[in-house]
């Protein structure tokens, strides 16, 4: 079992930043992949990137490639995303996910544990 719980959301005006932290519990943090994931109002839950166990590899949907970094710290069990000149159209919940899986992807059906989700506002 895993538990994960994300932090950092808020309200912020375009082209500002914030980092998004996911705490997770369970499990042994570096035996699983890491995700997140994002839902706008009225669309579907979308790929914003993936972690490997080790932190080693990452990747991301191409539309937000240069803006989004994920990083991990598997002494402190958390998992970030860090995101830069946000836009308006980045306004979502935002969700970490975690796979037990021994393969990864940008597909959901990859993750078997998800968190609650923060809100993420994005102002013009």
């Known amino acids: 079992q895993v538990q994960l719980v994300e932090s950092g959301g808020g309200l912020v005006q375009a082209g500002g930043s914030l980092r998004l932290s996911c705490a997770a519990s369970?499990?042994?943090?570096?035996?699983?992949?890491m995700g997140w994931f994002r839902q706008a109002p009225g669309k579907e839950r979308e790929f914003v990137g993936v972690?490997?166990?080790?932190?080693?590899?990452?990747d991301y949907a191409d539309s937000l490639k240069g803006r989004f970094t994920i990083s991990r710290d598997n002494a402190k069990n958390t998992v970030y995303l860090q995101m830069n000149s946000l836009k308006p159209e980045d306004t979502a919940v935002y969700y970490c996910?975690?796979?037990?899986?021994?393969?990864?992807?940008?597909?959901?059906?990859?993750?078997?544990?998800w968190g609650q989700g923060t809100q993420v506002t994005v102002s013009s």
């Open positions: 972690i490997s166990r080790s932190g080693g590899s990452t």
């Open positions: 996910a975690a796979t037990t899986y021994s393969s990864y992807g940008a597909g959901a059906d990859y993750y078997n544990y």
């Open positions: 369970g499990r042994t943090f570096g035996t699983y992949a």
